[in-house]
């Protein structure tokens, strides 16, 4: 093993273990390493850096992204090698632009679960499962991932909370639950245990032959699905997403606590926990979101949402 490679095992157990995953970075750095090995290099140059950075078929967005992760790397290796040079900040500037959220409308998000319920009749589970998830995903905002990743243990039904372990940022949190939303958790699991008394996986929601649901496999249903009902169109890459179902929870919630005069600066750091975002600013970008939806259109949806998270 080359001193960059070892360089870089260090680098990431040291980052992880201040509570980042980094599983894109760490495959895309040793790409980056073995470009050098093959280059001959032993240390980073920001020749090389950019070489890397800009190779063909890359655009110009992953480019900039690329010599940061390099440069955050370099920037440790040069405290143990001191011919390193960083890459400058100003070099391929790369600003990460979030994409505007899709408001869903309740009756489109409704339109979703009870499409896809009806997913696959010769199973008597996949569409109980993809419905049910989708409806917890419009209830609570969680994260496709923390969502598939719940085993039974976590979904306390008696207490009405779950438990989401080592989410972004490497944290664990606590998300209440209504009560209409408890009831149809357990009806799944109910249903679950009848299929599969004996499971293979402890996942809380599970897939054909009782294995863990996996996130691309929500993925693929959810644009099947969006597609049915005429919310997207077949390799359309602009439609409405998945993660909008988390948009969907915070936004709504915001026009609940403007529509009651509640102050929401002050319960903001409330919403950011309920979420499970590493940094309150994180939250703070819903304001600016809830403020891009038109006053007829906020006026509308304040007008039809219910007071409570009744979704699933």
Partial sequence: MNTLSLHLDRYLKL????????RVTEILLRNFVRFAQ????SFIT?????????RPGIKPVQSGNRLGMVRRFANYVS???ARTQVPAQKLLPHQFRRRPPYLYRDEEVLQLIRAAFRISPSSELKGVTLGTLLGLLAATGMRVGETVALDCEDVDLKRNVLLIRRAKGNKSRLVPLHASTVQVLQQYACLRDRQFPQPSSPSFFVWERGERLLHCTVHRWFLLVACQIGLRKPGDQSGPRIHDLRHYFAIRTLLNWYRTDTDVEVHLP???TYLGHVHVRDSYWYLSATAGVSRSRALGVMTTLPTGNETV
């Fill in 15 to 22: 980052r992880r273990q201040l509570g980042y995953k980094l």
């Fill in 38 to 41: 093959e280059d001959g290099a």
């Fill in 46 to 54: 920001t020749k090389l850096a950019l070489r890397w950075s800009t």
């Fill in 79 to 81: 405290a143990h090698d």
């Fill in 270 to 272: 409330e919403l950011a």
